[in-house]
């Protein structure tokens, strides 16, 4: 027979004294557990670094002479506190979209652009706001001369195809598939492409890889977006950013 005496727990009934302690024992015994295993997860994890949406910089409006590479970068001719005048800012759209479409009848002219800045160590990018914030400026009399680009050479790099935007602090950059269909898709919106080197490139870690034709990013490269890759390309400087044109034959995965 059961001992009718032996504390029995019934949810809707005061918790009988004799098993308080025991309770109160397991249950922090569990959210000991969890902390820790939470601790043990983030600790294996890559840091995410500084990269950030610069919202407390709030709205940047800029203006610029605009090149495309195809991807749309400005030549800052009049910046603010956090974009200085002779800068070369890459362009983006909201979420996953570039600003392609928006920027193809604005080449050449002066441009006026207004936004939220990204920021990740020496990447940083405008993401437009919509409507009449990305237009010609009103004065197009002078139109500044936007600087030649410089060709640095042919480098044979190593490191890893990502999406401008993500990279720059949009999203916290992970690894593993669901980082790259994240990228991909990023990149199939027209985000311009970025490749982040293993060592410095004239003293830079971020090249934008410039496309082809309309294509924003070269589709041969697609397949290799997220990867840690060596490959071969053309290095210019246009303005402040370096450019990289891909000899996307000679793109090899590394084992």
Same mark, same amino acid.
């Given at each position: 027979?059961?001992?009718?005496?032996?504390? $029995? $727990?019934?949810?809707?009934?005061?918790?009988?004294?004799?098993?308080?302690? $025991?309770?109160? @024992? @397991?249950?922090?015994?569990?959210?000991?557990?969890?902390?820790?295993?939470?601790?043990?997860?983030?600790?294996?994890?890559?840091?995410?670094?500084?990269?950030?949406?610069? $919202?407390?910089?709030?709205?940047?409006?800029?203006?610029?002479?605009?090149e495309m590479t195809p991807s749309p970068v400005l030549h800052?001719?009049?910046?603010t506190d956090a974009i200085p005048e002779g800068h070369t800012?890459?362009?983006?759209?909201?979420?996953?979209?570039?600003?392609?479409?928006?920027?193809? @009848?604005?080449?050449?002219?002066?441009?006026? #652009?207004?936004?939220?800045?990204?920021?990740?160590?020496?990447?940083?990018?405008?993401?437009?706001?919509?409507?009449?914030?990305?237009?010609?400026?009103?004065?197009?009399?002078?139109?500044?001369?936007?600087?030649?680009?410089?060709?640095?050479?042919?480098?044979?790099?190593?490191?890893?195809?990502?999406?401008?935007?993500?990279?720059?602090? #949009?999203?916290?950059?992970?690894?593993?598939?669901?980082?790259?269909?994240?990228?991909?898709?990023?990149?199939?919106?027209?985000?311009?492409?970025?490749f982040v080197t293993t060592q410095p490139i004239e003293g830079?870690?971020?090249?934008?890889?410039?496309?082809?034709?309309?294509?924003?990013?070269?589709? #041969?490269?697609?397949?290799?977006?997220?990867?840690?890759?060596?490959?071969?390309?053309?290095?210019?400087?246009?303005?402040?950013?370096?450019?990289?044109?891909?000899?996307?034959?000679?793109?090899?995965?590394?084992?």
């Amino acid at each position: 027979m059961s001992n009718r005496d032996e504390p $029995f $727990f019934v949810g809707y009934l005061p918790c009988p004294p004799g098993l308080r302690l $025991f309770l109160l @024992a @397991a249950s922090l015994v569990l959210f000991a557990g969890a902390g820790l295993l939470g601790y043990a997860i983030a600790s294996t994890q890559d840091d995410p670094g500084d990269g950030r949406l610069r $919202f407390d910089f709030g709205p940047q409006t800029v203006i610029g002479v605009l090149e495309m590479t195809p991807s749309p970068v400005l030549h800052v001719t009049q910046g603010t506190d956090a974009i200085p005048e002779g800068h070369t800012l890459m362009l983006s759209g909201q979420g996953k979209n570039g600003a392609v479409d928006r920027a193809q @009848a604005l080449e050449g002219q002066l441009v006026q #652009a207004t936004g939220i800045l990204l920021q990740r160590g020496g990447l940083d990018m405008l993401q437009l706001n919509g409507g009449n914030n990305f237009r010609a400026a009103d004065d197009q009399s002078v139109i500044p001369d936007i600087p030649e680009p410089e060709p640095l050479g042919r480098w044979e790099i190593t490191g890893e195809i990502c999406d401008g935007k993500c990279e720059a602090g #949009a999203m916290r950059p992970g690894r593993g598939i669901s980082h790259r269909a994240c990228a991909n898709l990023c990149l199939l919106g027209g985000v311009p492409p970025v490749f982040v080197t293993t060592q410095p490139i004239e003293g830079e870690e971020f090249l934008l890889i410039a496309g082809e034709g309309d294509e924003t990013t070269p589709p #041969a490269l697609l397949d290799y977006v997220g990867l840690y890759v060596t490959l071969e390309g053309d290095v210019s400087r246009h303005g402040d950013l370096l450019v990289l044109t891909v000899d996307t034959d000679t793109v090899t995965v590394v084992e």
